[in-house]
C-alpha cells in the first residue's frame, strides 16, 4: 500500500514538473514536454526514466524561455520528484534544502543588480559560506 502511494505521489510531482516548465511552451518546447511526460509515466516503472524526464523538463524551460518562478515551481517539484521516486520518503532537511535553495534562487533573480563584477564574486562567496558551515566538523581530523 505505501509503495502504490509513494509511485502516485512521485508521479503527481512529476506531471506537476512537465506542466510547469510547459505553461509558457509552443513549437519543439511542447513535444520536449510531450516526451518529459511519457519519461514521468515511464518513471514509475523504469528508475532512470525519472531523471530522463527531469533533464527534458529543464530542456523544455530553456526552449520556451521560461520566466524564474516557472522554473524555481519546475526544480521544486523536480527534487520531490526524484526524491520520492529515488529514496522513497521526503525528510525534512531534504525538503529545507530545496525550498530553501528554490528561495534564494527566487531572490537572485528577483532583485535587479546592475553590478557587472557580482558573477565573479558569487562563487568565491558560495565557496566561504561552505568554509564556515563545514567549519565545526573540522574538528575531528
Not at 524526464?53 to 515551481?73: E, F, I, K, N, T
Not at 523536480?78 to 529545507?96: C, F, K, Q
Not at 565557496?127 to 558551515?133: D, Q, T
Amino acid at each position: 500500500m505505501a509503495m502504490a502511494v509513494n509511485r502516485a505521489m512521485s508521479t503527481a510531482f512529476g506531471l506537476v514538473m512537465v506542466a510547469a516548465s510547459a505553461l509558457q511552451a509552443d513549437d519543439i518546447a511542447l513535444v520536449v514536454a510531450g516526451l518529459a511526460a511519457l519519461a514521468v509515466l515511464a518513471g514509475s516503472v523504469f528508475r532512470p526514466c525519472a531523471t530522463l524526464a527531469v533533464l527534458l523538463a529543464g530542456a523544455v524551460l530553456v526552449l520556451a524561455d521560461a520566466a524564474p518562478m516557472l522554473a524555481a515551481l519546475c526544480g521544486l517539484t523536480a527534487a520531490g520528484y526524484l526524491v520520492l521516486r529515488h529514496a522513497g520518503t521526503a525528510t525534512a532537511p531534504t525538503v529545507i534544502a530545496a525550498v530553501g535553495f528554490g528561495a534564494v534562487g527566487l531572490a537572485a533573480v528577483s532583485v535587479a543588480a546592475e553590478l557587472p563584477w557580482l558573477p565573479l564574486v558569487a562563487p568565491v562567496a558560495v565557496l566561504g559560506l561552505v568554509v564556515l558551515v563545514t567549519r565545526p566538523y573540522w574538528a575531528d581530523r
